[in-house]
C-alpha cells in the first residue's frame, strides 16, 4: 500500500533470552534491517563515561542527553541524512569490545532508568525502520518504542539455560565467571527491568511468548516465520 511505514517484528524479552542471536539470524533470512537497542544504551554508556559526565547532570539535563546521543551517531555506519531523514537501506551498527563487557551492560542499565536519556534515544531508534523492513530487539521495542510493530515477539527462558548462554559468551572471550554468580546477576537484572517505572520489560496481549529455554536460534527463528506467514495470510 502507497505510503504505508516499513514493517517492524521487535523482539523483547530479558537479558540472555537469545533474542540477539535470534534478531541477527533472522534478519538475515528475510532480508530485514535490524537494530539491537541494547548496544545502543551501551555505546551511549560509554560515551558518558569517556566524556566525565556524571549522572546527576545527566538525570537532570535534556540538552546534554541529546548532545551525547549526537555524539553516538558518530558510531553509527551506513547512515545517510536527506533532509534531516534516514536515506540508507542497509543500516548496521559499529559497536566495540568494550560495548560487550558485563560492566558496560551493568552501567547501561542504570542509566536505562533516566527519562532524558530514553527519551533522547527514542528518535535515533526510530530512525532504523527504513525499508525493506526492521527487526528491533530489546525490553520496550513492543511497548513503547514500535507499539505499532507488525509482529512483537516476547522471548524468555529459564535464569539457568540464560546464566549457561552468557558463561558460554564470556568464556569464548577469555572471561572466566561462575554460572551461579551470572544466575544471580541476571535475575537481579529481571528485577530492576521489570519494576522500573519508566518502560518496565515487559510482554502485552497481543505478544507471542516463546520460551526459548529448550529451543536453539533456527528453532526459535522457525516459530517466528511461521506465524508471520499465518499473519500476512489473513
Given at each position: ?114 527519562p532524558t536519556v530514553r527519551e533522547a534515544l527514542l528518535d535515533l531508534q526510530r530512525s532504523f525502520r ?105
Amino acid at each position: 500500500m502507497e505510503g504505508a511505514r516499513p514493517p517492524v517484528i521487535t523482539i523483547d524479552g530479558p537479558s540472555a533470552s537469545g533474542k540477539g542471536a535470534v534478531s541477527e539470524f533472522l534478519s538475515r533470512k528475510i532480508g530485514f534491517n535490524y537494530l539491537d537497542s541494547g548496544l545502543l544504551y551501551r555505546l551511549f554508556g560509554l560515551e558518558v563515561l569517556s566524556q566525565g559526565i556524571s549522572l546527576s547532570v545527566l538525570a537532570d539535563d535534556w540538552d546534554e542527553s541529546k548532545r551525547l546521543v549526537n555524539c553516538l551517531e558518530a558510531r553509527i555506519d551506513g547512515r545517510k541524512k536527506v533532509n534531516q531523514n534516514v536515506s540508507s537501506s542497509a543500516i548496521s551498527i559499529v559497536g566495540s569490545v568494550d560495548a560487550r563487557t558485563e560492566q558496560a551492560g551493568a552501567f547501561a542499565s542504570k542509566i536505562a532508568k533516566m527519562p532524558t536519556v530514553r527519551e533522547a534515544l527514542l528518535d535515533l531508534q526510530r530512525s532504523f525502520r527504513v525499508n525493506p523492513g526492521l527487526i528491533a530487539d530489546g525490553r520496550d521495542m513492543g511497548t513503547v518504542v514500535f507499539p505499532d510493530a507488525l509482529l512483537k515477539i516476547f522471548l524468555t527462558a529459564s535464569p539457568s539455560r540464560r546464566a549457561e548462554r552468557r558463561h558460554k559468551q564470556l568464556k569464548d572471550k577469555g572471561i572466566d565467571v561462575s554460572v551461579a554468580k551470572l544466575e544471580r546477576e541476571l535475575e537481579d537484572r529481571d528485577y530492576h527491568d521489570s519494576t522500573r517505572g519508566l518502560s518496565p520489560l515487559k510482554f502485552l496481549e497481543d505478544s507471542m511468548i516463546i520460551d526459548s529455554t529448550d529451543l536453539d536460534v533456527e528453532q526459535v527463528s522457525f516459530l517466528i516465520e511461521k506465524k508471520l506467514g499465518e499473519m500476512l495470510e489473513d
